[in-house]
């Protein structure tokens, strides 16, 4: 069974798997510190929340496949360099 993040689940998991603040995340998608952090309020938060774009979904999985693809080459490099 496959579980449904929310948007705000979705970014928070993301923020933290990547191991960054919320700026330094914002930067790296490349949106506004603020755009962010509405993006992450929850739906109820006072009409202050906003729907993140389709777009924005795509980048940050592209950015998170990006990241375990890398950690997994350099645990690769490490393990052929031990044997070496």
Same mark, same amino acid.
């Given at each position: 069974?496959? +579980?449904?993040?929310?948007?705000? $689940? ?7 798997? *990547? ?7 914002? +930067? ?30 795509? *980048?940050?999985? $592209?950015?998170?496949?990006? $990241? ?13 360099? +031990?044997?070496?």
């Amino acid at each position: 069974m496959v +579980k449904i993040m929310t948007q705000q $689940e979705f970014l928070r998991d993301a923020k933290l798997k *990547l191991g960054l603040t919320w700026p330094q995340f914002a +930067k790296r998608i490349g949106a506004p510190e603020t755009t962010v952090k509405k993006w992450a309020l929850p739906d109820d938060a006072e009409g202050n929340a906003r729907e993140m774009p389709s777009t924005m979904w795509v *980048l940050v999985r $592209e950015i998170l496949e990006h $990241e375990s693809l890398k950690a997994k080459y350099e645990r690769l490099i490490k393990k052929t360099e +031990k044997t070496a």
